[in-house]
């Protein structure tokens, strides 16, 4: 950076101002092309010296940004299918329990629903038990319903991914027996800004 001595004075500005305006006098932009040099250099160097660390705090902040938007509501969540979070958790929690399609990982994909932590969508069936078929349309589940519902195992399978096969059931308690009878979904979709937050 330019010493306190070189750098330019309120009354330079003046002087190349009207150096540059006077198109009659082309002779007096050399004379001060000195004065011109040292603002550029002057005032370029000062951008560089607080621009840079402006940029890197703003690309800091964004990804930031990206990372929370879930939690606050700010950015559009990004959905897939059910079978993915299930693996994904899978993995995570060590549930290696394929033949019973991993139940640890759809238990723990269903309380953190239940705890508002992450967000599922799916296709509502029109009556209870999913009699009459199922909506065209996914809507976001409550977290509420997560309370007499289990993550059903078809939710587990990418073969059934798309069909209109219910992927919730009624909770099994402890006993054996299973809870009243609810509306289900089919298509089951999670937030996986959710999960990956829940699980990084």
């Known amino acids: 950076m330019l010493e306190s001595s070189a750098r330019p004075k309120t009354g330079d500005w ?8 006077m198109i009659g006098a ?3 932009i050399p004379q001060h092309l ?10 370029g160097g000062l951008a560089g010296a607080i621009g840079y660390p402006i940029i890197r705090w703003g690309i800091h902040l964004y990804r930031w940004l990206r990372r929370h938007a879930a939690a606050d509501g700010t950015s559009a969540a990004t959905w897939k299918p059910m079978f993915e979070a299930v ?3 899978a993995q995570k929690i060590k549930d290696a329990d394929e033949k019973n399609c991993w139940p640890q990982a759809r238990h723990a994909l269903r309380q953190a629903a239940l705890n508002g932590e992450i967000a599922i969508r799916g296709r509502r069936s029109a009556n209870l038990m999913g009699e009459s078929g199922y909506s065209k349309v996914e809507t976001d589940i409550p ?4 309370e007499t519902a289990d993550i059903g195992a078809l939710a587990t399978s990418k073969d059934v991914a798309e069909a209109n096969d219910c992927h919730t059931f009624p909770h099994q308690f402890s006993s054996g027996h299973f809870g009243e009878k609810i509306f289900l979904y089919a298509r ?4 996986w800004n959710g999960v990956t ?3 990084p």
């Open 26 to 28: 082309p002779e007096a």
């Open 87 to 89: 693996a994904y958790v």
């Open 14 to 21: 003046v002087v190349i101002l009207v150096s540059v305006a």
């Open 197 to 199: 937050k829940k699980w």
């Open 34 to 43: 000195g004065h011109i040099g040292g603002l550029l250099l002057f005032y």
């Open 143 to 146: 977290k509420s319903y997560w």
């Open 188 to 191: 089951l979709q999670v937030d």
